[in-house]
Structure formats: structure tokens, C-alpha cells
């Protein structure tokens, strides 16, 4: 029977004294007994290779980095068996057609010039920046120590030595009273005017909540973590106080992100992952697993939007990508499946090398000759990558055309040679069947040079939210889950255009209460700029 998904067998107990005596029956008897010797080797196998994912998962390096002495070793194994990976693609030649039409008749681009790499930068201590308050103090000598001990002449100043320190003044929080002038006559009362809040009769100023946005979602502090921080400057902020700050700000925020999304998807290259999140439900015992969705634009559209669902079914990317047409590039998972499927909508699917490269990873502890000849390919392919990384885009295109696609057709006829000698249920087999089966999601990468070779950026970008779940450990609704998703999208898109998360959000929040709606797209991050006020 099964169990998971691991084979539980059931072994007979043979009795030595009453073995059978007809050869036949013996025979059988040792066949049988040699399946059952196969399936528990599978299973140890199996379990083997679960058991050290674990372990790496928990105490091991989260690096999948190999050396270029590991690679070489890869290769000394094949050929310790008196093979190499070119003595198995020649035979796998033999049984594919003949010719190779990845030549289209261009000449490879030339490489780009040589330059100062940034190893060969400086490793001194870098100067403070220019914009930092300082403060000068001076010390002198003492007026019997100007006088020479030697010639007993007066000493001259002939200049400093200046040395700089950095000092550290703690965050500090004040009260600001808005005084609106009173006039009155015998028939009327006025009150002068002044700016909206961001948020109507609270007493949180813009700058009072971009800390408390950042500091929760670039910083990953819990509120729990800043009313304790707010407390030692003796401020009373309760947590559920700054909850309710938190949901407000998503609120006003919200068309901004609507603005943002839709110019994410003007891109002709969208990344996208998700991840799980723990959502608390008051219906049940325990929390429930949510979603975050992350949307990352090219490089000509350099945003990041994050959406979340309850689930993780195909309606949560199918209603937010809405009638984008383009690349999209993403894990293989089968919610995407219908929208590369359906040609109207236009969407082409691009896969990830790194998701790719991982399954071969992880199975390299259980076939080290044959999965590190692949993963020494797809050295090769990001060596590539390496080198064509400062080109443009179609110059980048040239280099993987005359570069990476003739190391894709060697990879591809050593993964159908090893296709039939690995167990398709090990760890092994079931990463060649990942990689065949999305070998031409896997390949379009090469077809144009804004495209990336893995989704990296994408899972780079939930970073943010894998921290920040170990410190808030789940979101309290669907609803907080939903304002995380807008509050995030703002920060991450500042960070990726380098301006400062606290500076956007603070003149933001002060300006859009009365910003009008026929100009809200000026507010975007990469369109900000800052008032003068």
C-alpha cells in the first residue's frame, strides 16, 4: 500500500528449512525477492533524498553556488568511467537528424571592451556623504605648549589634520498643533483653512505613518516590535491603533496602485512568483494559507506590483494580468497553463533556468556523474549570461544565438540520453522530466535579448516577504493581506528606482488627500517629484 509517498512493502519471511526444492520455483522465488530488493532501494533512495533537503533546509547553506573545482570533478567522473559527456552526445547524434540551422548567418557580436571590474575598486574606507549634517570642533595647544622646547621661538600654525567620526542622535517625536484664526461678526464666524490630513480626525501625521509603513514593510518590524520602540520615546501607539493607520493608508493609496499596475503591465517582459502566506481565521482552529503574488516589470517599465488571493488558484493571476500580451516569464506552475494555451490572448511562456537548475541540485547527492555534467551546461549558459550582461539588448540576443543555443542542443541530447538510464520516480529522473518537458519555455530566452534566463528578479523581490513573515508571522485577514499587497508595492517600487521609501511616502500622504485624480499617475515612484514645502 501507499503511504504519501512512500511504498510500504510487505515482506514474507522465508523459512530455510522448508525452502522448495523444484529449480523453478526457486528461480521465481528469487526474482521476486529481487523486485522487492529494487522497490526498497527506491524507497531508501527516496527517503535518503527527502531526509538531506531537510536538513539543508534547516541547518545547511541556502547557496546553490558551485566552484569551478566542483564542475571539473563532474567531468572527471564521466571520464573515470571511460565515457564524457562527448562520447554520449555523439552517440545520441546518431538518432537525430542531421545539421544544425541555429546559424542564421550573422556574425557573433564582438565581445564587449574590457574595464575596471568591480573587484579592482578601492577597498579603503569611503568618505561620508556629502549631505550628512557635521559639526567642526577644534582643539589647539595650549599657549606654553606654542613655544619651541628646542629654539624656544614661537610656533607657527601651519594647517589640521582633520578626522571625521560618526555620531548617532536618536529618532525623536514631536506634537505639532495646527492653530486655524478664528473671525467673527455680528452675522458670521469664519476659520481659516488648512491642508487635509491623510487620514480624516487621526492624530498620525504623513511622516508619523511612513515610519510605521516602512519600518514594517521594508524593515520587517512587527507593530508589536514599534510599540515597544514608540514606548522607550515615551508615545503610547497600540499596535491595533497603528493596524487601523496601516489599512487606512492602503485605502488612499489604492488607485495609485491600479496606476501602478497598469503601467507594469505596458511591459513587453513580466516576471511573476508567489509565495504562501499564513492568514488568521477566526472560523477555524488555525491559520489558513494565503497568497503573495509578485508582478515585476522590464526594464523599461522598472515597477513592482504585489497582489494577494486567498488561494492559489489560476483566477488570482488570470484576473490581474487581464488582457496583457507579452512574455511571461514564471515557474512551471499549471495555473499559467490556460494563458499560454489560449492564443488570442497573446501571452508567451518563458521558463526558469534557475527552477530548473535547482531540481538538478537537489538530486545531485544521488547521481553526482550525470547530474553535475548538466549542471556544468548550465554553467556554461550563465557564463553567457555574464558576459553579454552590459550589451544591448540585440547584441545580447547574437551572443545567445551563436553562444547558448548550440550549448542547449548538446544539453538537450544528453538529457534524452539520460532520460533512460535514470529511475523516472527518483530524484534524478523526475528533474530531467522537468526540464524536457519545458525545454521550449526553457529555450525562448534566447530568441530576444530583453528576456532574462531565470526568474530571479521576481523571487528576489519576495524576499521582502519571506523575512518579513518570520517577524509578523501571518496576516490577520484577507484584508490585511490585501493591504500588505499595496503598502509592499510602493516600497519594493521604490527600492528598485533607488529613492527612498520613508521621503515618497511621507509627500505622498501629505498631497494626495487633495491631489486631483486627473494627474494621480505624477505621484508614481518613478515619476515622483518631491513638493517643495
Request: a neutral charge.
Amino acid at each position: 500500500m501507499k503511504t504519501g509517498t512512500f511504498l510500504i512493502l510487505n515482506v514474507v519471511a522465508i523459512d530455510r528449512k522448508t525452502l522448495p526444492q523444484n529449480a523453478a520455483v526457486l528461480q521465481q522465488m528469487v526474482v521476486d525477492l529481487a523486485g522487492q530488493l529494487e522497490l526498497q532501494q527506491q524507497q531508501l533512495t527516496r527517503t535518503e533524498h527527502l531526509l538531506q533537503q531537510l536538513l539543508r533546509a534547516r541547518y545547511g547553506r541556502k547557496s546553490e553556488q558551485i566552484s569551478d573545482d566542483q564542475l571539473a570533478l563532474f567531468q572527471a567522473g564521466l571520464s573515470a568511467q571511460g565515457t564524457s559527456i562527448e562520447d554520449i552526445l555523439a552517440e545520441a547524434e546518431q538518432d537525430r537528424e542531421q545539421g544544425d540551422d541555429s546559424d542564421n548567418g550573422q556574425e557573433p557580436p564582438a565581445a564587449p571592451p574590457a574595464g575596471p571590474t568591480a573587484n579592482t575598486a578601492g577597498r579603503g574606507r569611503k568618505p561620508f556623504p556629502k549631505h550628512l549634517k557635521r559639526e567642526r570642533i577644534e582643539y589647539d595647544l595650549s599657549e606654553s605648549e606654542k613655544n619651541c622646547n628646542g629654539c624656544e621661538q614661537a610656533l607657527r600654525r601651519i594647517g589640521d589634520d582633520v578626522s571625521e567620526r560618526l555620531e548617532y542622535i536618536p529618532a525623536s517625536v514631536k506634537v505639532i498643533e495646527e492653530a486655524r484664526a478664528k473671525y467673527a461678526c455680528a452675522c458670521t464666524v469664519k476659520t481659516a483653512g488648512k491642508p487635509s490630513s491623510p487620514i480624516e480626525k487621526s492624530t498620525a501625521g504623513a511622516s508619523l505613518l511612513a515610519q510605521v509603513i516602512v519600518s514594517k514593510y521594508a524593515d520587517h518590524a512587527p507593530l508589536n516590535r514599534q510599540e515597544r520602540i514608540f514606548a522607550r520615546h515615551g508615545v503610547e501607539l497600540p499596535r491595533q491603533t497603528m493596524s487601523g493607520w496601516m489599512g487606512r493608508c492602503a485605502e488612499l493609496l489604492e488607485p495609485l496602485k491600479n496606476r501602478l499596475k497598469k503601467w507594469v503591465l505596458e511591459s513587453n517582459v513580466v516576471q511573476t512568483d508567489d509565495t504562501p502566506v499564513a492568514v488568521l481565521d477566526r472560523t477555524i482552529p488555525k491559520t489558513r494559507t494565503g497568497r503573495i503574488w509578485t508582478y515585476v516589470g522590464d526594464t523599461h517599465h522598472p515597477g513592482v506590483v504585489y497582489d494577494y488571493t486567498p488561494t492559489r488558484k489560476r483566477d488570482g493571476p488570470d484576473e490581474f494580468l487581464g488582457k496583457y500580451k507579452g512574455y511571461l516569464q514564471a515557474d512551471a506552475y499549471s495555473g499559467y497553463d490556460h494563458l499560454y494555451a489560449d492564443s488570442q490572448r497573446g501571452v508567451v511562456e518563458v521558463a526558469c533556468w534557475a527552477h530548473a537548475r535547482r531540481k538538478f541540485f537537489e538530486a545531485k547527492d544521488t547521481d553526482v556523474v550525470r547530474m553535475g555534467a548538466v549542471l556544468a551546461h548550465i554553467a556554461r549558459l550563465y557564463a553567457i549570461e555574464r558576459e553579454g550582461k552590459a550589451m544591448e539588448s540585440e547584441a545580447r540576443r547574437l551572443l545567445r544565438e551563436h553562444g547558448a543555443r548550440p550549448i542547449l542542443a548538446e544539453l538537450h541530447a544528453y538529457l534524452l540520453v539520460v532520460r533512460e538510464q535514470v529511475l523516472p520516480k527518483g530524484p534524478a529522473g523526475q528533474a530531467v522530466a522537468y526540464s524536457l518537458s519545458n525545454w521550449a519555455a526553457l529555450c525562448r530566452y534566447v530568441e530576444d535579448g530583453d528576456l532574462a534566463i531565470d526568474n530571479n528578479a521576481a523571487e528576489r523581490t519576495m524576499r521582502g516577504i519571506a523575512v518579513g513573515r518570520k517577524n509578523w508571522l501571518f496576516f490577520g485577514s484577507d484584508g490585511g493581506g490585501n493591504t500588505a499587497a499595496v503598502l509592499r508595492s510602493f516600497v519594493a517600487t521604490c527600492e528598485r528606482n533607488k529613492i527612498d521609501p520613508w521621503a515618497w511616502f511621507n509627500d505622498v500622504l501629505a498631497r494626495i488627500a487633495d491631489w486631483p485624480m486627473s494627474r494621480l499617475e505624477e505621484l508614481l515612484p518613478h515619476r515622483w517629484t518631491p513638493s517643495l514645502a
